[in-house]
Every structure is written in structure tokens, then in C-alpha cells.
């Protein structure tokens, strides 16, 4: 079996230059999507004073029969430089939209399914048909679909791309920002932007329990800032990197209705989720 320590997810100056690993990645990617190396995790988003399963995030996993595991922080940026994550996203929509319509039939009717979209993939002509005819296939409402946007440039440059984000909102389909924090967005360009969510950073979980009660008191007020940022505009407020009750305890006393995070869960394939909401009793 390869993979384990073969894994291109780091550096190994001793195999290739990182860049001659870049090319390594670049190349396996093409057809990538038929030849069955794709799979992928779910991540529970969980509500603080529910207790209930809000959505499960679709998180891609690529297993390369010799690389071994490529991280996904590694290839979607590649895929997103050399135009494969149109083919990979499509792939990811697919067969997260199959997994919701899976969970919902055996019992988790109102779980949302939440799947990382890449501007280069919203921007695809009939990119709103093909989710429309892939919802359709799988018997789902729009609302049952929330798209991850990254905070980035591309979003906001242009009229443009504001309109292309509203697209999706007519099949009902939600949108959140993703990684909020870390980017670039502005207050003027999120009251522009059709948000149903926006995704804290894990920095700000991160900074919750630093041994530096300065750190500690300066995350607590970005996110009480996020909070009354996020009730103003009307949207939920998720914080993601939740490792563990202390970092809860806080977010919920700030206000934070919903988290996701080691906390929670970790990434599982569809049959180990299922599993665990089975033997915790989650709804
Ligand atoms: P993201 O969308 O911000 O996803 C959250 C990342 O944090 C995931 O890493 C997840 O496994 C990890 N994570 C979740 N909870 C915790 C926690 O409590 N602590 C820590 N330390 N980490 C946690 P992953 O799966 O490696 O994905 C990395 C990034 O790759 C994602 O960040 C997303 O931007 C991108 N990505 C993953 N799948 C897809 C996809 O299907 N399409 C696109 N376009 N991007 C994807
Ligand atoms: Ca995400
Ligand atoms: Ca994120
Ligand atoms: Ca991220």
C-alpha cells in the first residue's frame, strides 16, 4: 500500500523540488475525475443553542495510487491555476448532492449539504443548470444546497460577479463566505453581497485559547464584532476550527449560534457520519 509518509501534502526535498511536485500534481490531475482517486468527507455544522445537525460540509480527498494522499490545500489551488477544478468541482456537486439526498431518505430530512464552490466554477456558463438538473436528479429542494464562496479578489472585483453570485439564489440554493477574516472582504461589499452565512476563520477559534490572555481578549472581540456584523446584515454566523468545550462555552456566551469543528466531529466518509449520528442521536 502506498500513501502514509509518501504523501505529497508536504514538502520532501529528498523525492522532488516542491516545484517539481507541483508538476507531478499538475499532470495526474488531468482525468482525474474518472478514474475513481476522488472521494469525499463530511463535517457537521452543529447549532450552539439547537443542539441540532444545521449541514454536513462536502470536503474532497484525493488518493493517488502512488503520491498517495494529496492534500486539498495542495491541488485546489493547482486545480484552480490550470482550469481543473471545473471538472473536480463538478465531480464534488455531483456526488455531494447524492450524499444530502442519501441522509435526508434515511432519517436527517433537514440536513443541508454545504460544498465549496471555486469562482472559476460559478463563473462556467450553465454552472446554474447544472446544479438546477443535478438537484432536480437527486429529488432536493434548492435550500437543501449551501455554496462555501472563499473571500477573495475575484469575488468582489467586479458588478459582474455579484450578479453571477445571485444567480443561484433563484433555485433557493444559500450562499455563505467562507474563511471570513483572512481576506479581503469589506463592510460595504458584504452588505452587497447575498449571504445567507459567513464562516469566522479558524484564527478566531485559534485565538480563544491562546496562553496570552491579550490574544484571548482581542479574539473575543472580533467575535462579538462578528456577531453584531452578522446580526445586522441577517445572516448566521458559523465558526469553524472548534476543538474543544472551552473555545463552545465562549462562542456560544458571545452570541455564535453555530460551530463546526474537531469539537463536533471530524471529516467522515458518508457511512462513518451516518454511523455517529446514529450512536450520538443527533438530528
Ligand atoms: P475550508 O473550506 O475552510 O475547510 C475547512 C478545513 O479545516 C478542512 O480542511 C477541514 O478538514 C479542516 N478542519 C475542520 N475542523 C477543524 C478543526 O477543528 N481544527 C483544524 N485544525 N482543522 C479543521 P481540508 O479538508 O484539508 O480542506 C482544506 C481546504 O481545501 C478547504 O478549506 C477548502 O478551501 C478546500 N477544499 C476542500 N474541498 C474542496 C472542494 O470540494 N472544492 C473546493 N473548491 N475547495 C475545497
Ligand atoms: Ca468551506
Ligand atoms: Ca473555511
Ligand atoms: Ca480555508
Known amino acids: 500500500k502506498h500513501g502514509g509518509k509518501n504523501a505529497v501534502g508536504f514538502y520532501d526535498p529528498s523525492v522532488h523540488s516542491l516545484t517539481e511536485q507541483q508538476h507531478l500534481i499538475d499532470r495526474e490531475m488531468l482525468g482525474l475525475t474518472g478514474r475513481h482517486e476522488l472521494s469525499l468527507v463530511f463535517q457537521p ?26 492534500s486539498p490545500g495542495v491541488f485546489i489551488p493547482l486545480a484552480e491555476a490550470n482550469g481543473q477544478i471545473v471538472p473536480i468541482g463538478n465531480w464534488v456537486m455531483q456526488e455531494a448532492l447524492a450524499a444530502a439526498a442519501q441522509w435526508r431518505a434515511v432519517g436527517l430530512t433537514r440536513v443541508n449539504v454545504s460544498v465549496n464552490v471555486s469562482p472559476l466554477q460559478l463563473i462556467q456558463p450553465g454552472f446554474v443548470e447544472f446544479i438546477q438538473r443535478e438537484l432536480t436528479r437527486q429529488g432536493l429542494p434548492g435550500d437543501a444546497l449551501v455554496v462555501e464562496l472563499t473571500e477573495s479578489r475575484a469575488i468582489y472585483d467586479r458588478e459582474q460577479s455579484l450578479a453571477i453570485m445571485r444567480r443561484p439564489r433563484a433555485l433557493g440554493v444559500r450562499l455563505a463566505l467562507d474563511d471570513f477574516g483572512e481576506g479581503f472582504a469589506s463592510l460595504s461589499q458584504l452588505r452587497d453581497l447575498p449571504l445567507d452565512a459567513i464562516k469566522l476563520d479558524r484564527n478566531f477559534a485559534d485565538g480563544l485559547r491562546s496562553d496570552n490572555p491579550q490574544t484571548v481578549r482581542y479574539a473575543r472581540g472580533l467575535i462579538k464584532a462578528s456577531v453584531s456584523l452578522a446580526e445586522h446584515l441577517g445572516v448566521m454566523l458559523v465558526a469553524e476550527g472548534v476543538e474543544d468545550a472551552g473555545q463552545e462555552e465562549i462562542l456560544r456566551e458571545l452570541g455564535c449560534l453555530r460551530a463546526q469543528g474537531y469539537h463536533y466531529m471530524r471529516p467522515k466518509p458518508l457511512p462513518e457520519l451516518l454511523e455517529e449520528v446514529r450512536r450520538r442521536d443527533l438530528k
Do not use: D, F
Not at 54 to 70: D, K
Open 45 to 70: 455544522i452543529y447549532g450552539l443553542q439547537t443542539h441540532e445537525l444545521h449541514s454536513n460540509e462536502a470536503l474532497v480527498r484525493w488518493n493517488h495510487p502512488l503520491l498517495g494522499t494529496v
